[in-house]
């Protein structure tokens, strides 16, 4: 790795952290592309990088958010019983069955594209009443479903979590703790269970430790910078914000795969 790449991982580690944590999303699914298209990490080393990532820049955001005391919240809990297991099974889905980066790029557009559109219809109608709240056991399916996703891909979840709980009228405040404390504990469980396939398993499996952590030093200063502009940002604006990130992702990602 050159001085500039890793330059060019922490820079863009914090700015997208930045950007991405008053809404709840780690910013590993926006440093994805950066790290194939520009920084040329090879798959599937590539997502337990960003898993890395993860675990290295979570601490600054939750560090602020844990004054809101949602860090345990029976929200974080409900996600947490289905995310850690399901990012056990999502990595070894990712080694064993879809090992290149053309197929995830297109789900991933698929899920989020819908997702953010909805979200910024929503937003824009400010008077539209929200849906019913998710049941408990709709809500440990969802984490099971995104602790998976996350597995396979390494985008840690909130990308996901953040606007289907939004469009079902949970508030930012409690979704950014929630989902960002999610993504750094099953990033944790889901590196470690990289590393051990890498111990049995050809191919560049392990994470690219320097890579890794610069962009995770760089996310920790801007996720940090992130949750303290969130009490200062509308609801709506939030909403809106987290709507357009997932459409502009989907789209990225979508021009991408068809390529």
Known sequence: MTWQSGALGFAAGLLI???TSPVGVSGAVF??????SLLHVPSP???PTNLLFNIVAGPGA??????????AGPLTRLLLAGTLPGVVIGACIRVFAIPGPR?????VAAVLLPLGIWLIARAARPGA?????LTRRT???LGAVVGTIGGIYGIGGGSLLGPILAGRGTPMTTIAPAALTCTFLTSIVGA?????????TDGDIAPHWALGLLCGVGGLIGGYLGARLQPRLPERALRLLLGSLAAALAVLYLSQGIR
């Open 103 to 107: 197929a995830f790029r297109l789900v």
């Open 45 to 47: 080393g590539v997502t």
């Open 17 to 19: 952290s930045l950007i």
């Open 192 to 200: 470690a269970t990289y590393g051990m396939l890498a111990l049995g």
């Open 129 to 133: 009443p929200d849906r019913q709240s």
């Open 139 to 141: 809500t440990l399916g």
């Open 31 to 36: 440093l994805l592309p950066v790290q194939l």
């Open 62 to 71: 939750l560090l602020r958010y844990r004054r809101t005391g949602e860090l």
